[in-house]
């Protein structure tokens, strides 16, 4: 079974509030036929978008395959949350490479995300961002850690952004009882990702890059001048970059290895009153290991993110994600959930990006591990660079530690449903 059409029809985005809220594309023709490129880039999410935009900038001939629709994956399903840094603490990363290319790892977080602000306004996109993130902590142990980063964050690395929040604070602004402190991060903000999907894709199409939809890739023949293949033609490129994240198959057995696909499922309530739940347009992560993710839309609607699976199909989206939604609101009781979607993400074993080169001229960038709003946005740009000759930023995030995960793709599932039962037990004794 293909991930690509476990849950969805073909070519047809997922029925979220997000598709209900977007004007889409037109529909971009499939590959017919025999086609040639300076560039050809499998997926047309945020990286392979950004790919293409800053590729076409430069120049490039470039034509991107998607399977379905532009921002079909998670690009045009996800929370929407913009931050700063990589997925996981700046500690952490030290520890793994060392202070000095820590420093460069977070200055590229800010890069990120102020690049996805750079693109929304230098192409007018109808998608705002709206400042603030929230980490809300359920135990005050927690909060304690998360102000001490926040320190350390400040005194380190020179970001002052950040706002710590005791119990009254946080309930101030989250109306909760569950949460006992967290911080602010004035520097993050959240936006409507599928908006921003086909944003960047008009930017690219303006700059002269071709996309074509419905354009499932099939297989990939390396060679001097790779071939891609889909079912109704093929493109002959001088560079592949592969773009599909979570969707990405068996097209590369060695990004596979390393890089795996979850699931992980939002609801949308009917329009709620104001503040019902947040009295502030901030987003919210909380410190659950199988994160709770929340925030309003513009119609003040609660976009709830919560719950995972690991196989092909997906649960009860509505029962999945209605208790820990009630968990942390209960006074949502009766209020009727209008949206339930699910879609699929990627995760390394340590939570960093996975970039690769799976030949010299086979580029790979994937497994952003529920941080890819900016940090995909980012890594299609630095594949376009290297391209063109300037691999430095590249050459950083492939150095990343990459281990694979243990199995081998026909165990890695069974094996992470386990640890996320003994994690998810954790969360439940709140240890």
Known sequence: MNLLFANDRAGQYPPSYYADTATPLALQPPLKGA?????????????????????????YSVRVLEAHRVGFGASGRNGGQIGPGQRIEQDAIERMVGRDDAHRLWQMGLDARDLVQHLITRHAMDCPIAPGV????????????????????????????????????????????????????????????????????????????????????????????PIIRTQTGHV?????????????????????????????????????????????????????????????????????????????????????????????????????????????LAITMTRLPAFMRVAPNILSASGYSGHGVALATLAGRIMAETVAGKSERFDLMARLPLPRFPGGRALRSPLLALAMTWFGLRDKLGL
Not at 35 to 59: F, M, Q
């Open 35 to 59: 086609t040639k490129a300076d560039v050809c880039i499998v997926g047309a999410g945020y990286t392979g978008l950004s790919a293409a935009l800053h590729l076409a900038e430069r120049g």
């Open 236 to 344: 002959q490129a001088d560079h592949v970059i592969l773009a599909a994240n979570g969707y990405l198959g068996g097209l590369a057995p060695q990004v596979a290895a390393r890089v795996m696909p979850i699931n992980n499922f939002i609801i949308a309530t009917e329009p709620l009153p104001e503040g019902m739940v947040l009295r502030r347009n901030h987003a919210v992560a909380d410190s659950k290991f199988v994160i709770n993710y929340f925030r309003l839309s513009g119609d003040n609607r609660l976009l709830f993110g919560g719950g995972e699976s690991y196989g092909y199909r997906f649960p009860d989206i509505p029962r999945t994600v209605r208790k820990p939604m009630l968990q942390v609101f209960p006074q949502l009781a009766n209020t009727r959930i209008t949206h339930a979607w699910g879609g699929t």
């Open 134 to 225: 929230i980490h809300a902590d359920w135990q005050q142990s927690g909060a304690r850690h998360s102000h001490a980063y926040a320190e350390k964050l400040a005194r380190e690395y020179g970001y002052t952004e950040i706002e710590p929040l005791d119990r009254a604070g946080v309930q101030e602004i989250v109306n909760s009882p569950r949460y006992k402190g967290g911080i602010l991060d004035h520097g993050a903000g959240h936006l409507h990702p599928l908006r921003y999907a086909l944003g960047l894709a008009r930017a690219a199409l303006k700059a002269g890059a071709v996309i074509h939809e419905n354009a499932l890739v099939v297989a990939i023949e390396p060679g001097a001048r």
